[in-house]
C-alpha cells in the first residue's frame, strides 16, 4: 500500500478502490519490467540461452501474473500455464519493440477490472470508485510511459 490509511479506505470505500488499482499498476509493472529486463540481461537480448531465457520467462510469468483464484491443482496448473503464454506473448510482440508499452497493459487490464466493478456495482459507491480509479490508472500509466520514454531506457 502506499501509506497506512485504513481509516479513510473504511470511511470513503472508492478511496480504496482508486488507492488499490494505482498501487497494483505500480506493482504489476515494476514486477513485470524487472522480469522482462532480468531476462534481456540474462539472454544478451535473444543472443545467447534464448530457449532457457523463454522458459524462464514463461514460468516466472505464469507463477507472478496468474490470480490465486484456483479450485484444484489442475485448475491452478492451467491458469499458471495461460498466463506464462500471455507474458511470453507480450514479450515477443510489445516489450521486444517499445518497453514503454508495459505499463500501459497492465493498466488496460485494471481498467477492464475496474469497469466490471462499475457493472456489478458490489457497494454503493462501486460506480464513483470504479471511475475515479480509472482515471487514476489512466494519468499514473501516461506518466509513466511518457518518464520511460524521457529517459531513452529500452529493457
Do not use: C, K
Amino acid at each position: 500500500m502506499i501509506a497506512p490509511i485504513e481509516a479513510a479506505e473504511a470511511l470513503i470505500p472508492w478511496f480504496d478502490e482508486m488507492l488499490g488499482m494505482a498501487n497494483q499498476l505500480i506493482r504489476g509493472a515494476a514486477v513485470l519490467l524487472a522480469l522482462f529486463g532480468l531476462i534481456e540481461a540474462m539472454t544478451r537480448g535473444g543472443a545467447r540461452r534464448r530457449g532457457l531465457g523463454l522458459a524462464m520467462l514463461f514460468l516466472a510469468g505464469g507463477l507472478l501474473v496468474s490470480p490465486a483464484t484456483a479450485t484444484s491443482p489442475a485448475a491452478w496448473a492451467a491458469q499458471v500455464a495461460v498466463a506464462g503464454l500471455g507474458v511470453v506473448a507480450l514479450e515477443r510482440l510489445v516489450v521486444r519493440f517499445d518497453p514503454r508499452l508495459v505499463p500501459m497493459v497492465v493498466a488496460v487490464t485494471l481498467v477492464l477490472r475496474s469497469v466490471r466493478g462499475i457493472v456489478l456495482h458490489g457497494y454503493p459507491d462501486a460506480t464513483l470508485g470504479g471511475a475515479l480509479a480509472i482515471v487514476a490508472i489512466a494519468a499514473l500509466a501516461w506518466w509513466w510511459m511518457r518518464e520511460l520514454g524521457a529517459s531513452g531506457r529500452t529493457a
